[in-house]
């Protein structure tokens, strides 16, 4: 392999837009265990220049959910990104031990995943969106596998 324009050195994390943080926190909280890291209000020049919105405003949450950070973003009135695939971001992912057992429990506590856990290419997964119909895809890798990397043979078990 070449060696890349970009030298990463790790992944840093997933930023998701929201229209109600409260609303949002609640769900993260309650359904993946959201450990709030920091939570700050956002204005001034340098939001402007990331969001191209003069008086742009906002607040933002990170938090941890399975040792990655996870950043809620709430910036005012925005559009809904389009369900389904698509081009650009579609879903988020989070591993677990016992598929069926956390879907079980998502029905139990009035959660409506998008489907019966499914199988492809031996993986198993099924969807769940947040309240502004983000997709969370929760799964379960062959042989007890936590991460992709470690799937295809290119991270420490």
Request: proline share 6%; charged share 20%.
């Amino acid at each position: 392999m070449a060696d890349p324009v970009v030298s990463v050195r790790a992944f840093s994390h997933v930023c998701v837009g929201v229209s109600d943080l409260e609303r949002s926190l609640d769900f993260y909280r309650r359904l993946l265990g959201f450990d709030v890291v920091f939570d700050v209000e956002l204005d001034g020049s340098p939001l402007e220049a990331v969001t191209g919105t003069a008086g742009a405003r906002g607040r933002m949450v990170g938090g941890l959910v399975g040792g990655v950070m996870l950043e809620l973003l709430a910036l005012g009135a925005t559009t809904r990104a389009p369900s389904g695939p698509h081009l650009g971001y579609t879903n988020m992912s989070f591993t677990v031990r016992d598929l069926d057992a956390v879907h079980g429990r998502l029905v139990d506590e009035g959660y409506a995943p998008a489907q019966p856990p499914v199988d492809i290419g031996g993986v198993r997964m099924f969807f769940v969106q947040d309240p502004d119909g983000t997709p969370i895809e929760l799964i379960e890798y062959p042989n007890g596998e936590r991460t992709s990397a470690e799937l295809w043979g290119r991270g420490a078990s």
